[in-house]
């Protein structure tokens, strides 16, 4: 059962907090009556992870290759730093 707990309360009880969710249980932590965090039960390490899938993109992205590899035209080479100068990466 979700039962509330004041951000106060959840202070003074954190131990029974991560009993709860070790337990299974989730706590909805509330600030002035409103709902502000959730503790739950973190995700099992030991589960098996999804594996990845070779070729789940296939034929959702497409490229020339005639274009992919010629040199970037001056005009698109200042494009391509304008946009790096407004992202802060210069």
């Known amino acids: ?3 509330p707990m004041t951000a106060a309360e959840a202070k003074a ?3 029974e907090l991560l009993d709860r969710a070790a337990a299974g249980q989730e706590t909805t932590i509330t600030r002035r009556g409103k709902p502000v965090a959730r503790v739950v039960p973190a995700a099992n390490p ?3 992870q999804p594996q990845r899938k070779p070729g ?3 034929g959702l ?3 020339d290759n005639a ?3 010629e040199p970037m035209t001056e005009q698109e080479l200042q494009e391509a730093e ?3 100068q407004r992202c802060g990466s210069r």
């Open 61 to 63: 992205v497409s490229y």
């Open 46 to 48: 030991e589960a098996p």
């Open 67 to 69: 274009t992919l590899w």
């Open 1 to 3: 059962m979700n039962k």
């Open 82 to 84: 304008g946009d790096l």
């Open 13 to 15: 009880h954190l131990s």
């Open 56 to 58: 789940r993109w296939k």
